[in-house]
């Protein structure tokens, strides 16, 4: 017997159309506006907690501009992985989406929540084999984007 299914096996019959329709109409509607507010709202948050970390080192060490960003986003990591292992930034996820997960602290989160979720595997196999399942599509994702901002640049600059 065949598994390929014909046009007529794969349209939805009457009752199945007047239920979708219904559910549709009784779907709740999704807020946009208000979950597009909470993400700026956190992520800006985020941001401008990095930028008072960034003036606190440029002020108390003595890092120029171009110093100054190692250690914030070393500090801004530390502060993201500590924050999920007290499951802290796991609630703030959930509260502001894309918000905490778009800044440098939700890389750090996700590579941190993926090693506390599989340490029971062992620290090689577990922690780290799938930290880097994460981390690896990410910084090919970087390297790459870096690669044609470079060569969009260089191209620029020779015309």
């Known amino acids: ?9 794969s349209r939805p ?17 999704r807020p946009y506006v208000r979950n ?13 907690f990095g930028q ?7 002020s108390m060490f003595g890092f120029s501009k171009q110093e100054v960003g190692n250690p914030t986003v070393a500090t801004l990591i530390f ?3 500590l924050l999920t292992g007290f499951g802290i930034y796991d609630k ?14 939700g890389f750090a989160n996700s590579m941190s929540s993926a090693a506390i979720e599989h340490r029971t595997e062992g620290l090689v196999l577990g922690v780290g084999g799938n930290m880097f399942k994460l981390a690896g599509g990410v910084i090919v994702y970087g390297v790459v984007s870096a690669l ?6 260089w191209l620029l600059i020779k015309m």
Not at 13 to 29: D, G, H, I, S
Not at 148 to 153: E, M, N, R, S
């Open 36 to 48: 597009c507010v909470k993400a700026f709202l956190v992520g800006g948050a985020i941001c401008a």
């Open 79 to 81: 502060l993201a992985v």
């Open 148 to 153: 044609v901002v470079a060569l969009v640049k």
């Open 13 to 29: 019959t009457k009752a199945q159309q007047a239920y979708q329709e219904r559910a549709v109409k009784y779907k709740p509607k």
């Open 52 to 58: 008072i970390v960034s003036d606190f080192y440029m």
């Open 92 to 105: 703030l996820g959930q509260f502001a989406g894309a918000g905490s997960a778009v800044p440098v602290t």
């Open 1 to 9: 017997m065949s598994t390929v299914k014909t046009k007529q096996q």
